[in-house]
């Protein structure tokens, strides 16, 4: 197969004749409350309720187990590390795509969203040895918030502290936890409980950090979470902010009929291209070594707000995509995530049809610029 050969099928499938096409959803703007949070999280930090679901492999050949399921190589992981990966369909597409931390050497935590929770938790019982990893979902054991913003690592500090400190939680600690690479994990201090840090890159270049506590120490951590000076926001703006990030959510912006690729998962690290077999690896090899994608997502800044399944097309009216995430950014105004074919370029403009009438829209590369 040459290079100019395409790997992923047409950028989008008809519409079966008795399954209605998906309704035209326009953003809302935030209210003032979401608008007051936006800022606090470009400037300071804002914290959020989590959406994730928690799973755990544990064994001899826990490593092995969980590599032979995910696009990334976890067999390279330390305690206290972790990274992005997928798991795919046997046919190479985004079955789930997850989080993933080592605990120590025989056990790993794993987060994904609650809406492909249930294939993810299937498919890891149906094809791991349990003699080699148990795989066990611990969704009700664990609660979890996201703390964002500028000083999240101030943000984190004014908390607590790390476990092995008994003292001073100011200026040293922020930068320590400034100084923490992608994806380390550890115990911090949030008042008298033991709570699990994670510094998680999940808006661009925004920093922020998960924060995983006992459930039973749930209402503890949320207390201090309120009574903090950090604002908590809303789904909403998480949304927003995940949007300028260029950062692709499950279900929304890719699903089980997307290549990897197609949803940017090799540039955002959730791909090795040097590790042993997986399931789906070979569409994902065949697209990175031999072809290539005829479609990606991209970013959109509209004139006036996108419908999300709204239709993209070119000058000539051909049709180049259809609109993925869509929002009404504070700071950039309407904004969206879509899946267009390859030959759109950055800076092209294109016409996204709507109920209300086409809009204009300039294609932009993601992360969208801060």
Not at 94 to 113: G, K, P, Y
């Amino acid at each position: 197969m040459s290079n100019s050969d395409a790997i992923s099928p047409n950028f989008t499938s008809p519409t079966p004749p008795d399954v209605a096409p998906p309704s035209l959803v326009y953003p809302e703007p935030l209210s003032a409350h979401d608008a007051e949070a936006f800022l606090d999280l470009r400037r300071e930090s804002a914290w959020f309720e989590s959406a994730g679901q928690w799973s755990t492999f544990r064994g001899p050949k826990a490593a092995e187990a969980l590599n032979g399921l995910v696009t990334n190589d976890v067999t390279l992981l330390q305690p206290g590390e972790g990274l992005h990966a997928a798991a795919l369909t046997p046919k190479g597409k985004v079955l789930c795509d997850m989080l993933i931390f080592r605990m120590d050497e025989e056990t790993f935590m794993l987060t994904v969203l609650r809406a492909c929770a249930p294939q993810w938790l299937a498919t890891a019982r149906k094809y791991v040895n349990p003699r080699l990893a148990k795989v066990e979902d611990e969704s009700d054991k664990w609660a979890t918030w996201m703390l964002y913003g500028a000083q999240a690592s101030k943000a984190v500090a004014a908390l607590g502290g790390a476990a092995h400190t008994v003292e001073d939680l100011g200026d040293v600690m922020m930068q320590g936890l400034a100084e923490w690479k992608l994806w380390q994990h550890g115990l911090w201090n949030i008042g008298p409980v033991n709570v699990r840090l994670i510094r998680a890159p999940l808006m661009g270049t925004t920093p922020g950090f998960i924060i995983m506590a006992d459930a039973r120490d749930a209402e503890i951590v949320r207390q201090r979470l309120e009574k903090s000076v950090y604002r908590q926001a809303t789904r909403a703006v998480w949304n927003i902010a995940r949007v300028e990030g260029g950062r692709p959510a499950w279900g929304l912006d890719m699903d089980d009929n997307t290549i990897p690729q197609e949803a940017n998962l090799d540039t955002l690290g959730a791909i090795s291209f040097t590790k042993g077999c997986y399931t789906g690896q070979e569409t994902v090899a065949r697209v990175h070594f031999r072809g290539h994608v005829n479609r990606r997502l991209r970013g959109l800044l509209g004139a006036s707000p996108m419908p999300q399944h709204g239709q993209v097309v070119d000058a000539t009216g051909k049709l180049v995509g259809d609109v993925r995430s869509t929002v009404i950014s504070p700071r950039l105004g309407p904004i969206a995530i879509a899946m267009l074919r390859r030959e759109v370029q950055a800076g092209d403009t294109v016409i996204v049809e709507g109920t209300e009438g086409p809009i204009s829209a300039e294609v932009r590369e993601l992360p969208f610029p801060e």
